[in-house]
């Protein structure tokens, strides 16, 4: 059968092979080894899905996802239903296997999101009490217990009597017989129990002779004393066996009558474990699930970054070569790929990879390919492929190639036959379907290969277009120039080939997609020192327009090398692009932490300060109030009082203390606050208050307020001078009651200078002067007058700012024009 053929040629039992090793049980390796692949769509997406469901339960790694206990009992089963007896071992194997079972089914239904698992385990009966009941008559060693049954340990009772008695008597011989004995030890013949007696006393003691030695000095000898408990011991063995194999004839009699229901609960023990030995095979390919695509209903195949599965294996597990992975995109309105190319180039391992991966997704594999893995479902995967370390060398010639092209073209034509009756005439539909393309991926290696070369091309054209007519899609490598032209002429043809490095002279086995491959036959001459005499014949004999055609396609070559390094180059940016942003923002984040912390500790701080205020302030009221009348001079000492209450209170707030101003120099490192990063300092402007340094690749203006030195110096604003804050005294009422006092108070918190920052630079710093002075409900922002532009841009930002209820020019006390006092929400 072709299909099959197939098979041994893209070496699927290899990696049924492997997948066996990620098995948990016996049954499930032998089922990864004999893998079948499905004939239905509806049984891969099953298949699939449990592949799936599996993969995600053994990424979470649930303990309880385990197949300990569970073993191959089919034998054991078969046996008991033609009528034969289990042993002790064979129903301990057949009980864990229940308890195995049954915890894989508790454990999937425990799971939120796994409908094809548990319709599998939707009737599944584990039997518990026949589990209980075994594991009562059967202990760990696979030996019947005297619980079993009354008689029995009754049985192992006696047993256990008689051979005490005979060794009590046996040990008391030895006492008083022991110079008769080779040694004084008790051994035994068969199920007797004897003393090795020296031969030359052998009258000494009287009994029967089981045996003697090989030189015949020692006599093997039961004393006649035991002769009878001996008998009556093997008795009473004789009555323990007859009862061990009436327990265990029971219990199989118990299996037999469920046997079928056991072979089920086998078959789901089966399933599970090689849907379980398919997702961890498919996680240790990385591989990713296929989605398969209507194909003739213009939908892609995309295949990026595959390998093949056993070049994988042999990498990881065999210290092989690293795999190159291939690229396959192949557009919907093709039907035939022809791929050329240089010996040794990789072709022959491509149309292997493409015939692997098909069946691989047939069978609910994952792919090892990059994600999205989209390819259509193949009703059958036929290749003819020449396998040069095959012992079958026949297989390589034209006349193999041909057989074996026929026999693929009638399973073709096969899957195209409607199911009809021989003596019934097809109907309309049924020959509509004959006209319908086989859903099948066909691949052939040197097609038209062993043979003339003008004739193998005209057969090899032949054979493609007779495909491209019949098949959903063909893929084939050839070295006949004339393939390559197919495309130009037939919109169903397009080319492939693998890569070749001139200067190396080696292939790179990358495929490369809608290019036909170069003919380096002469290139190569060249470069190995063939006469330049004959490379100028042989350029004239293959003609201007080859070689102008192998130019063409060396600069086809050349630019998309070129756009895949341009590619890379901008991947490669983005990467960094994308740290450096990551950066940034942790540190602006850990900034905004450390703001909102130290604002808070303020905060505190001075809402102690003011509590503070408000006691000592309520304690000078209260004094005034107990002298009732107050007089002229109480109420100057009042006034005194809260006069250094302000002083204590208000000083720590308005007066800090001045520290000694900062101003960076042309190549100095700096760091730049808002990111927390080094910069090298280009030049200063001093009037300007700014500066312009390099950080990376990048050139910035920033104010000296953004900026500070290496050791932790800053920059300090000279701050205009503030208006002095005078306590009122309070007024003295005759009614006694509580003075008020208002007072109008601009401290550091409410004030923000941006004296000298250009309008783009100051917003961010009003933006946050704003955000720390809402509580205070005004801000007052000192911007200088000079041109009037700096105040224009406060103003325009502050209209338009949803925090801003109103703003104004300050009095003239307070700074004029050059300082605005906005109103906050």
Sequence with gaps: MIEQETFRLLEWQRLCHHLSKFAATKLGAIASSHLTVPKTLSETKKLLEQTREVYRIETSLNPNWSFSGIHDIGDALERAKLGGMLKGDELLNLATTLAGIRKLRRVIEELEDAPTLKELVETLRTFPELEKEIHYCIDDRGEITERASPQLG??????????SKIQQTLQSIIQRNGNALQEPVVTQRGDRFVLPLKASHSGQITGIVHDTSTTGSTLYLEPRAIVDLGNRLQTSRGQEKREEEKILRT?????????????????????????????????????NP???VDFSSQENIVLRQLRHPLLVWQEKKEEGGAVVPIDVLIKPDTRVVAITGPNTGGKTVTLKTIGITALMAKVGLYIPAKDPVQIPWFEQVLADIGDEQSLEQNLSTFSGHIRRIIRIVDALRASQQPENPEDESPSPEQKETVNKLSKSLVLLDEVGAGTDPTEGTAIAIAILKHLAEHNLLTIATTHYGELKTLKYNDSRFENASVEFDDVSLQPTYRVLWGIPGRSNAIIIAQRLGLPSEVIEDSQELAGGFSQDVNQLIGELENQ???????????EELLIKTERFYQEVEAKATSLQDRERDLKSQQEQAVQKMLLDAKSQIAQVIKELQKKGNPTAQGAQQARENLEKIGDRFLTPINKSKKKASYKPKVGERVRILSIGQTAEVLDVDETGEQLTARFGFMKMVLPFTDIESLDGKRFEKEKPPKTEVKQKAPKVQNNNKATKTTARIRVEKN???IRGQRVHLAEPVLEKAIASATELGLLWIVHGKGTGSLRTGVHDFLQRHPQVSKYETAPRNEGGTGVTIAYLK
């Design 154 to 163: 009754e049985i192992r009772q006696k047993i256990k009597g008689l051979r």
């Design 251 to 287: 219990l199989t009699e118990k299996v037999a009558e469920v046997w079928e229901e056991l072979e089920e609960l086998l078959a789901i023990a089966t399933a599970l474990d090689l849907a379980t030995a398919k997702a961890r095979y498919s996680l240790w390919l990385e591989g």
């Design 290 to 292: 296929p989605e398969f």
């Design 560 to 570: 998309r090398r070129e756009q895949e390094d341009k590619h890379k180059q901008a």
């Design 751 to 753: 004030t923000v200078d």
